[in-house]
Nanobody, 122 residues
């Protein structure tokens, strides 16, 4: 059984920094895309950043220049370095492993973590 566990969420003042981590565990051969999404109360789920195995990174417009995504495939881990945080960054941040293969030759499956809360005070 594959599990994704996020950590690093916290309460921080505006202008501060946080680093989120997400570790995927279980039977894993490869992960196509690892990414971070967030959802604030009353708002839709938003793509924050994602990193493919190409490697290729993509960022949401609201975080470009402030957030950096990186992945360590040897550890099945993806990180999100968040700098210059703003109150509007407050949300639950969830990790997604897209196209995860548990065995060679099988189709990839998407998995989600439970999320970690990030709160930015003004």
């Amino acid at each position: 059984q594959v599990q994704l566990v996020e950590s690093g969420g916290d309460l921080v003042q505006a202008g501060g920094s946080l680093r989120l981590s997400c570790v995927a565990s279980g039977s894993i051969v490869s992960i196509n895309v690892m990414g971070w999404y967030r959802q604030a109360p009353g708002k839709q789920l938003e793509m924050v950043a994602k990193a493919s195995s190409a490697p290729l990174t993509t960022y949401g417009d609201s975080v470009k220049g402030r957030f950096t995504i990186s992945r360590d495939d040897a550890k099945n881990t993806v990180y999100l370095q968040m700098n210059s945080l703003k109150p509007e960054d407050t949300a639950v941040y969830c990790c997604k492993a897209g196209g995860l293969k548990g065995q060679v030759g099988t189709r990839g499956t998407d998995y989600w973590g439970q999320g970690t809360q990030v709160t930015v005070s003004s």
